[in-house]
T-cell receptor
Framework: QKEVEQDPGPLSVPEGAIVSLNCTYS??????FMWYRQYSRKGPELLMY????GNKEDGRFTAQVDKSSKYISLFIRDSQPSDSATYLC????????????FGPGTRLSVLP | DVKVTQSSRYLVKRTGEKVFLECVQD?????MFWYRQDPGLGLRLIYF???????EKGDIPEGYSVSREKKERFSLILESASTNQTSMYLC??????????????FGPGTRLTVT
């Protein structure tokens, strides 16, 4: 079993739809949970992060962590064609980059 | 604007060649990382460095070495390239103590093909 699992997609939605992206993980000790966005031919960029459980909202984006289920989600409201990218979840035991574990990414296409 | 640059976007090398991938960051970051990204596998850490001349193995260091002679520059070396090293290579940097989680800033990647 992989440490972090993520549906690779591709996921295609119409503009304006609510998008739900998810990751499951096996290591219950993870404390930091991140979402990176990677546009085609670019490196990933940090979108959001949360520490431990709970929700975090930033504009159209909401990150949720359910540690009891070992499940994290990223919701995108009012999705836009500019949201078309690959979304990578990442998690870590601590705040040090060498311990980040990345999911394989979900490719999202938002159709105008 | 923060910037991480990588020397090449695309590279084609032959089996057995020695390959150098260069990464430069202009943010005065202490930490630098080399990952490879393969479909279905996510990013896997090859090596990282937390200071000049310091290096630590990541999850998949076999067949690779690194060099960090200056703070802003981190090189990945494939001593004898093999076809299973065909991949996208991503460099990243982060501050030792960020204002948020040690956010990693990534370069655009180098797509290496070994034939």
């Amino acid at each position: 079993q992989k440490e972090v699992e993520q549906d690779p997609g591709p996921l295609s939605v119409p503009e304006g739809a609510i998008v739900s992206l998810n990751c499951t993980y096996s290591n219950s000790a993870f404390q930091y949970f991140m979402w990176y966005r990677q546009y085609s031919r670019k490196g990933p960029e940090l979108l959001m992060y949360t520490y431990s459980s709970g929700n975090k909202e930033d504009g159209r984006f909401t990150a949720q962590v359910d540690k009891s289920s070992k499940y994290i989600s990223l919701f995108i409201r009012d999705s836009q064609p500019s949201d078309s990218a690959t979304y990578l979840c990442a998690m870590s035991l601590d705040n040090y980059g060498q311990n980040f574990v990345f999911g394989p990414g979900t490719r999202l296409s938002v159709l105008p | 604007d923060v910037k991480v640059t990588q020397s090449s976007r695309y590279l084609v090398k032959r089996t057995g060649e020695k390959v150098f991938l260069e990464c430069v960051q202009d943010m005065d970051h202490e930490n630098m990382f080399w990952y490879r990204q393969d479909p279905g596998l996510g990013l896997r850490l090859i090596y990282f460095s937390y200071d000049v001349k310091m290096k630590e193995k990541g999850d998949i260091p076999e067949g690779y070495s690194v060099s960090r002679e200056k703070k802003e520059r981190f090189s990945l070396i494939l001593e004898s390239a093999s076809t299973n090293q065909t991949s996208m290579y991503l460099c990243a940097s982060s501050a030792f103590r960020g204002t948020r989680i040690n956010e990693q800033y990534f370069g655009p990647g180098t797509r290496l093909t070994v034939t």
